[in-house]
């Protein structure tokens, strides 16, 4: 189970085939896998010959696409369970209300954004689901942001490992430098909502 977390594994032992279905999983069905990464692991691995770069951003693009399809068809099939007494209370109508407003008003940002947040990009396009986010507008920017993702992260670990060379043999500290950096906008967000002050009803 661990090896899960072991980009150098991942990518030597299962190739393009572990890359696109550790993506695919991450996109919106399961968060607990590496995302941001791997992409930057692969483009690091890239720039050594390893990996082609021309292959593996294609294979990420299309992984992400498709991840984040199954995750909207997750949502809309969750809604569905609304009939049964058992999730009447997980989603309310008024929640679902909400839900359709901020994806009303904050969509577009919302799909395209989410992809370059860990746990968020899992969740965003199953809660568009829930909500019945227009279709086609989820599909023009599911696909920009996934393009965008695919592109931005791999190509940054790529050009990084061609400017210094020999930083693949520090794939596990980058890795958690990755990570810790993917997570500091949440966290900004987080600490930003608990600092503002709380409007009190009379």
């Known amino acids: 189970m661990l090896e899960l977390f072991d980009i150098s594994h991942i990518i030597l032992h299962y190739g393009h085939i572990g890359i696109f279905l550790i993506v695919f999983l991450e996109s919106g069905i399961f968060f607990a896998l590496p995302g941001d990464s791997l992409l930057f692991s692969a483009g690091l691995l890239a720039s050594t010959g390893i990996l082609s770069i021309h292959t593996i951003i294609p ?26 007494s058992l999730f009447q209370k997980m989603f309310k109508k008024e929640y679902l209300d909400k839900g359709h407003k901020f994806f009303d008003n904050y969509g577009k940002v919302t799909i395209i954004f989410s ?45 990084l490992g061609r400017i210094i060379p020999g930083l693949e043999d520090y794939v596990t500290p980058l890795m958690l430098l990755v990570v810790l950096l993917s997570l500091l906008p949440g966290a900004f967000h987080l600490l930003k909502k608990k600092a503002e002050p709380k409007v009190t009803s009379e």
């Open 59 to 84: 294979i990420i693009f299309v992984a992400t696409f498709l991840g984040a399809l199954v995750g909207y068809e997750i949502g809309v099939h969750l809604e569905k369970l609304r009939k049964y």
């Open 115 to 159: 992809r370059f947040i860990p746990i968020i990009r899992t969740f965003a396009p199953i809660v568009a689901g829930i909500v019945r986010m227009d279709y086609f507008a989820f599909l023009r920017y599911t696909f920009l942001g996934s393009l965008l993702w695919a592109f931005v992260v791999t190509l940054a670990g790529f050009f």
